[in-house]
């Protein structure tokens, strides 16, 4: 599979055709595993079953990831989460991004990998080295707000230092993984939300900042639920 980006890196941008063969979705992979375990009682709260371990991983559909400023979903049920990700070329080079693992969360209370499938993975057209910002990586600021019926809400606000480091998520997906990471897509997991609960809204944005670099990068799309049929 191949993905059109660019490539922002020393002020400049060019085109980047990044190759890819397989995407994996992190989960629960909050540094601080105290407040992880805090967030699965949340969920098992609202009927969602959470993992005996954490973190996890779940592969998914790699023809899933898109650019697009819209996608279609099954229903209203669904949300998006701010993650960044590490594309991981086959020479070796990992550029980040940010994205948003959409998900179903009706289905997602009975079956979490595939609620993982149904929608798909959304992230930035614009990545950077991470090289460029590995040094102060942990004061990448994340974000991400909801449109709800025309008004936007802040949803998620943070910053990097509060989810594993590349190198620890590359290592984890890595021992659990057949081969290297070659040619791989990894979602990072996310933050806490801001609301207690989750946001079910008809636009999902995200930012990944760099206040030291004075940049970002950004992702947002509409969700449009598959309304169109008639009903009998």
Known sequence: MKIELTLEESGQETPLTFEFKRMINA???GRNQAEVRAHIDELAQKGIPGPAVTPTMYPVIA??????????????????????????????TIYVGVGSDHTDRHLEETDIPRAKQICPNIMSS??????EVSAHWDELELASTITVEGKVIAYQKGTL????????????????????????????GTLANLLGEFGFGERFDTELVDPKLGRKLTAGYAALPLDYAKED
């Open 126 to 131: 614009v990545v950077w080295r991470l090289d």
């Open 161 to 188: 230092g509060a989810l594993m480091s590349p190198a620890e998520l590359m290592e984890f997906i890595e021992a659990n993984v057949e081969g290297d990471l070659k040619e791989t897509v990894i979602f990072s």
């Open 63 to 92: 023809r899933t990831l898109v650019t697009d400023d819209e996608i279609e979903v099954y229903s209203n049920e669904t949300s998006g989460e701010a993650e960044y990700v590490l594309l991981i070329d086959g020479d070796g």
């Open 27 to 29: 989960g629960y992979t």
